[in-house]
């Protein structure tokens, strides 16, 4: 922890503290699964995961601990079937984790990884093997050693064929569940008195399994340190990225080695003094005492972390920034900072008066605006155009822009007047906490309007994430206009007839576009340009009884629009199928047909427009 607040960027530090309480009250595969389980929480994991985060196997293996041996105490009430009932029961619950493993990795891919429903069928079958005993004796050596040449070979698969495409768990981890069951069943020996070797009669090496490979001294290394490994490697890498930066392969293998040696000295100062310890083997309690202990403490650091969390800014205010006209002491414009909730105001000056030589409608002092050489890019194609640079009052704003954002990149303290402040950066939007951006795997349409409701006048907002990072300005405009402000998002979607290279954003992608197409076609845009984000969308009034709340889209027919209003403070969020009546009646559309071969002009028609 000491090394994670000091490498670990501030904004980091809090998420940090909730995960070392998870870890020691081994939860960490909840919190994980809540949060990286949407499309931002997916993103925030690839550039900025947590040291913990591999404290998730841990907690689902501890969770499997708390339920499988009470099972086992029911069974042992029937000794004599002891072992069937045990190999049943662990079958059947397999079979449904693997099933529930399949089913939520195209649904809930997250909850399919981290929770445990999902995941006890690979815990299950190293519980019948367990259960089998020394009945695998009687498969015959070759068998056996056939078996662990299969099973490497299906390791060796899942290591080096299977990437982040593949869903996962899935179908796919049973190869390398049972690969590893196979080569446990190779390795099995039957000792009769004298340890038999890997070259003996029962060994599986025998008729030329895969033991004597796998006996190596630097092998049987790895295994006697693998838990201590798994703990630290982890940290290692992380710490070391977030200090310095993405790491080359050269300092991969640097940070690796530190976590090997930390591996050996953890091994023999803490892990073989505590396994081997006669003081606490003598009494059970004295070990749980120590457990309980250990959690207390891992808990306690966690909650102080958390209280220990500085303020994020610099303690001084930013000035509000003011366009000023390049080479002149006059100011162009003054942009200054809003207050909460209100959008930004800019004051224009006045005009200069004409000179006697000008024309009457120039400014008096006109810069010479500069491209500067960072936007500049020689590959650019002959048949592109490139535009004039603006002149007059917009060049001066222009080139005062530029300047002020050039200014801007230097390094600097955070201002503590920030809208919003750093603390709540990682804050969704209020579209993400009204359910109004679809980051399932399904392509349902969840519209949500905002602003004035009954306006006859409607923005649309619709694209992916980065198209809901214009929300707040949008709505300013839609509520200092008085217009409707209706957003159709979907996480990871782009607006453009493009395939998405992911195994379920590549599948629900296109239909969902179609879907929004199809929705701006029932609602009779002015005109319809599928690229542009912001649309103006006039749409006809007609009474149509009680209106229904719901943040999902119906697209049946003569239904018009089913979109989610403004949540209102105090109300419930997420609630749906609650009666309103709205003040001037529902907006909506008539449905109109399309046939085929049909042009815009007859579907104006159609719909009585001219």
């Known amino acids: 922890m000491v090394l994670a607040q000091r490498m670990l960027p501030p904004l980091s530090l809090p998420s940090l ?15 994980f699964a809540d949060r990286l389980g949407d499309y931002f929480g997916a993103q925030l994991g690839k550039s900025n995961p947590s040291p913990l985060l591999h404290f998730w196997s841990l907690a689902v293996e501890e969770q499997f601990y708390l339920c499988w041996p009470p099972l086992l105490v029911l069974m042992t009430r029937r000794p004599a079937q002891y072992r069937r009932l045990l190999l049943a029961v662990a079958g059947v619950l397999g079979v449904t984790g693997f099933a529930i493993g399949w ?15 999902a995941r006890m069928g690979e815990l299950l079958v190293g519980a019948a093997l367990a259960g089998v005993g020394t009945g695998i004796a009687a498969i015959a050596p070759a068998r056996r050693a056939l078996l662990g040449w299969a099973g490497l070979a299906a390791i060796a698969v899942a290591c080096f064929a299977f990437d982040e495409s593949v869903p996962w768990p899935g179908v796919a981890v049973v190869l390398p569940v049972f690969g590893t069951a196979a080569v446990i069943v190779a390795g099995w020996r039957v000792v009769t008195g004298t340890p038999v070797g890997p070259d ?24 006697r340190h693998s838990y201590a490994l798994y703990l630290w490697h982890w940290p290692a890498l992380v710490l070391a990225e977030a200090k310095w930066g993405p790491l080359t392969w050269p300092q991969r293998i640097d940070a690796v080695g530190v976590a090997v040696a930390v591996s050996a000295l953890s091994v023999q100062l803490i892990e073989q003094p505590v396994r081997h310890s006669q003081y606490l083997a003598a009494v059970p309690w004295r070990s749980l005492s120590l457990g309980v202990v250990t959690c207390v403490v891992v808990i306690g650091v966690g909650l102080d972390l958390r209280s220990s969390v500085g ?39 006045a005009a200069a008066p004409p000179s006697e030589s000008g024309p009457a409608d120039t400014v008096g ?29 917009l060049g001066q704003l222009v080139a005062s822009s530029q300047r002020l954002l050039q200014n801007a990149a230097a390094p600097a ?95 629900t992608c296109p239909p969902y576009r179609d879907r929004v197409m199809a929705w701006i076609e029932r609602n009779e845009p002015r005109s319809r340009r599928r690229r542009q984000l912001l649309h103006p969308v006039p749409l006809r009034r007609h ?68």
């Open 17 to 31: 503290a909730t995960d070392t309480v998870a870890a020691g009250t081994f939860s960490a595969n909840f919190v």
């Open 103 to 117: 089913w939520l990795s195209s649904s809930r891919p997250a909850l399919a990884f981290y929770l445990l429903p």
């Open 200 to 223: 003996g009669p029962d060994g599986p090496d025998g008729p030329g399994g895969p033991a004597r490979v796998l006996s190596v001294w630097p092998l049987l290394w790895i295994g």
């Open 311 to 349: 303020r994020l800014d610099g303690g001084v205010a930013a000035e509000s920034p003011e366009l000023v006209a390049a080479g002149t002491g006059g100011s162009v414009a003054s942009m200054t900072s809003p207050a909460a909730g209100s959008p930004p105001t800019v004051s224009q000056p």
């Open 365 to 393: 002092v006109s810069p010479t605006f500069t491209v500067p050489d960072t936007i500049v890019n020689a590959a650019v194609p002959a048949t592109l155009a490139t535009p004039e640079p603006p002149s007059g009052s």
């Open 413 to 507: 303290p955070v201002p503590s007047n920030l809208n919003p402040p750093l603390a709540s950066a990682r804050t969704r939007s209020e579209p993400y906490q009204d359910g109004c951006v679809n980051v399932g795997t399904n392509s349902d349409l969840q519209p949500c309007e905002y602003g004035d409701t009954s306006a006859a006048r409607t923005i649309l907002l619709y694209g992916d994430s980065h198209a809901v990072q214009w929300f707040e300005p949008v709505l300013r405009i839609a509520d200092a206009r008085g217009y409707r402000l209706v957003v159709l998002a979907k996480a990871g979607c782009p607006v453009a007839e493009v395939v998405v290279p992911t195994p379920v954003l590549r599948y």
């Open 543 to 610: 009474r149509m009884g009680r209106w229904y709340r719901s943040h999902r889209y119906s697209s049946g027919r003569g239904v018009g629009q089913r979109g989610a209003h403004r949540r209102q403070p105090g109300q419930r969020r997420g609630s749906t199928g609650v009666p309103v009546q709205p003040p001037r009646g529902r907006l909506g559309v008539r449905h109109v047909p399309r046939r085929r071969g049909a042009t815009r002009a007859d579907l104006g028609r159609g719909s009585g427009r001219p």
